[in-house]
Every structure is written in C-alpha cells, then in structure tokens.
C-alpha cells in the first residue's frame, strides 16, 4: 500500500514563495511520474506540474517560470517550489503517484493560501 504526505502549506503574501513536499513510500515511487495538482474553491482540481521518473518536467501555463517541480529519489519526495505567488494560487494542493485514479495513490492535500 503506498503513503503520500503532503507538507509545506501555509499563509503567505503576494508575491511569496512557499516550498511544498511530498513524501511517498513503496519502490513504486521511483518509476512513477509524479505530479502536483490544486483545487482552489469552487473549481475543480487542476494539474499544476509534473516531473517524470527520469526528471523531465511538465507546467500549467500559469505557473510556468514560476514554480519548479523536483524529486529526490533516495528521499522518495518530490517537491513544488514555489516563487512570486499570486492570490489566485490559493487552494489545496495535492500530490499524486504515477496518475492513479485511487484514493491510495493521493496525499490529504496541504492548504496554500495567497493573502495579503
């Protein structure tokens, strides 16, 4: 069964930057692409970034030059950097293993919010 845990949220002013992580356990996580999604309220929940199993990264347009995806796979995390936060970044973000639909393969989510 595989663990993912969300950490690094907070409050934080425009303008910002935040550092989130991810930890997943089981060897699963070195061969999985991983990817960060957020759901700010109201909308539904929306792929933000997503870095491969052999370190290529993928971004939504709107945080792109903004936020940096990467792992460490001796750590089994994968983090979200995030810089020059903006309010509508707020929501919760969440973290996923290899794109599995499964309640398992999904973290709890960690609460970001961009207020001045």
């Known amino acids: 069964q595989v663990q993912v845990v969300e950490s690094g949220g907070g409050l934080v002013q425009p303008g910002g930057s935040l550092r989130l992580s991810c930890a997943a356990s089981g060897s699963i996580f070195r061969l999985s692409t991983m990817y960060w999604y957020r759901q700010a309220p109201g909308k539904l929940r929306e792929l933000v970034a997503a870095?491969?199993?052999?370190?290529?990264?993928n971004y939504a347009d709107s945080v792109k030059g903004r936020f940096t995806i990467s792992r460490d796979n001796a750590k089994n995390t994968v983090y979200l950097q995030m810089m020059s936060l903006k309010i509508e970044d707020t929501g919760v973000y969440y973290c996923n293993v290899g794109g599995y639909a499964q309640a398992e393969y999904w973290g709890q989510g960690t609460q970001v919010t961009v207020s001045s």
């Open positions: 870095v491969s199993s052999s370190g290529n990264t």
